[in-house]
């Protein structure tokens, strides 16, 4: 499809992006990163909820090799019921009039656990991977369970989608998360390597290592899932220079 049309949505990148988180491999997002088209646009949560069925070798594959094995995805879906508290599982499936039973509906940020380590891990590898990403409006708050408006609408749909007042507004983008957030998608949004050539580098199982460059400019992006930290180098004048140092706040590990 990605070569009959200008751009295709990445719904694959949600899924595997918490597998790896989850179970501290990169394995099979390396593996999509290899194979995947270019002209995408990248997201890791959207107005519905979190899609399994591009991942999944048994729907829409002919037959061929899924992403994720049956098993995997059994076990993603079950971790994030765990680390939703059980809120994704009252919203998700045959429950709260669904229209795709194949999409669990919960918040990024709660599917984590709201851990903001993770959370910004996730994020450095939706702006670092090929494509324009796109950053749903709770995503950006890093927003919770709306709880409230899901017993009232009876929407599963509805758990991520809450309504900000002003002042929830106003409180939400004073969390140093979200501020962390907001420095990644400045120098997503700034830096000049992002027109140039992309590449993803040989690295250990656990690790991540993606690199944009363009002429002088260059930007790269390293991870580890196992310490569950990253970090951003990049061009500056000419000069290697860190990124701003509160992207580094929540780069500690938690179990």
Known sequence: MARQVDRVYDFALPPLVLHTLYTRSAAALKHWLHIRPRNAITVLDTHDGIGVADVDTARGNNGLQG???RAEIDTLVKTIHQRSR??????SGSEASNVDASQINCTFYDALGRRDSEYLVGR???CFVPGIPQVYYVGLLAGCNDLELLSRTGVGRD?????????????ALTQPVVQSLLALLRIRNTHPAFQGTFD??????????????????????DVDVTAMCASITCSSHGAPSKSVAAWHTFTEARA
Not at 160 to 167: E, F, G, P, S
Not at 207 to 216: E, F, P, Q, S
């Open 67 to 69: 992403l994720l094995t």
């Open 86 to 91: 059980g809120e994704s599982r009252i919203a």
């Open 124 to 126: 450095a590898i939706q």
């Open 159 to 171: 758990i991520n989608r809450h309504y900000y007042t002003a002042d929830e507004l106003r409180m």
């Open 200 to 221: 993803l580098l040989d690295s250990a199982v656990d690790r991540i290592a993606l690199v944009w460059t363009d002429g002088d400019a260059f930007a790269r992006l």
